[in-house]
Nanobody
Framework: QVQLVESGGGLVQAGGSLRLSCAASGRTFSNYAMGWFRQAPGKERDFVATISWGGGSTDYADSVKGRFTISRDNAKNTVYLQMNSVKPEDPAVYYC????????????????WGQGTQVTVSS
């Protein structure tokens, strides 16, 4: 089992920055690819970003490419999502997820999920 706990959500002004963190515990964190997904009210859960176990491979949704950066610190069992130039369409509950295979943009392929952290954007 892998337990994931997100933090860092909150209110951010449009154009501003926010950094989300996801702390993992349980099995060896470095064995897992990690992903960030988000879900806005009334919408489906969408892929945001993913990173390989070693951090050498990343992928992003087109909507966040160039603005968000996913990274990980395996020594701290933590994955991050740096959100820059936040837009009014970014508010959602952001979830981190772990999978025992390579990075993926498909949420159904992830094995473990956190409880989510809310991001709200003010214009």
């Amino acid at each position: 089992q892998v337990q994931l706990v997100e933090s860092g959500g909150g209110l951010v002004q449009a154009g501003g920055s926010l950094r989300l963190s996801c702390a993992a515990s349980g099995r060896t964190f470095s064995n897992y690819a990690m992903g960030w997904f988000r879900q806005a009210p009334g919408k489906e859960r969408d892929f945001v970003a993913t990173i390989s176990w070693g951090g050498g491979s990343t992928d992003y949704a087109d909507s966040v490419k160039g603005r968000f950066t996913i990274s990980r610190d395996n020594a701290k069992n933590t994955v991050y999502l740096q959100m820059n130039s936040v837009k009014p369409e970014d508010p959602a509950v952001y979830y981190c997820a772990a999978r025992s295979r390579g990075p993926s943009n498909r949420g159904s392929l992830y094995d473990y999920w956190g409880q989510g952290t809310q991001v709200t954007v003010s214009s």
